[in-house]
């Protein structure tokens, strides 16, 4: 009898063991199932919730847009951009809003497309750079440590070569300016 007992309870232990392999491949299947179910109803419940990207939005904006998409534009083709450095670095002295005196050294290059407007920025880089000293000299150390500190002074110091320019060849010539090395002591 206690055979016939053990013999039972082996039986249900190897059932139990092949029951529990068969909860395993279903609940497998069933995320499984449940994952591609997700991919495939979240799209349309995304476009529902958010809107569909691609659509045509429905303002004036839209309409505008589209009227302005029927005007053929022509593709601008600009020439390529012509560096010139404005060298030797400059330093400059300038106090911070605390009255202490730092310094600045600033590498310049400035940009042209036309290779006469160039050549005519190399022979006036002595007046640039002399404009340059007293625009920076008039920014405060503490508000050129800034992104947009540097952006202003950048901004002014394009405005102070441009004028330079005119005045020697009636021209802006220089585009933009990009500072290459920007040290602050």
Excluded: C, W
């Amino acid at each position: 009898m206690a055979d016939e007992d053990n013999d039972e309870a082996v039986a249900g232990k190897q059932t139990n063991s092949g029951g529990g392999l068969v909860k395993t491949l279903a609940s497998g299947a069933g995320i499984f199932a449940a994952v591609l179910l997700a991919q495939i109803v979240s799209p349309p419940i995304t476009r529902m919730l958010y809107g569909d990207p691609n659509a045509a939005p429905e303002s004036e904006a839209a309409v505008d847009e589209a009227a302005m998409e029927e005007v053929a534009v022509e593709p601008i083709n600009l020439d390529p951009a012509l560096y010139v450095p404005l060298d030797p670095a400059l330093v400059v002295s300038v106090m911070s809003q605390s009255g202490e005196s730092h310094f600045l050294q600033i590498n310049v290059q400035a940009m042209s497309r036309v290779q006469e407007h160039a050549d005519a920025i190399r022979d006036h880089a002595p007046a640039i750079r002399n404009s340059f000293l007293f625009v920076i000299s008039k920014h405060s150390y503490d508000d050129v440590l800034s992104p947009e500190g540097k952006e202003a002074l950048r901004r002014a110091m394009v405005a102070a070569a441009q004028e330079v320019m005119r005045q020697n060849i009636g021209e802006a010539a220089v585009e933009d300016l990009f500072f290459t090395s920007f040290v602050a002591q």
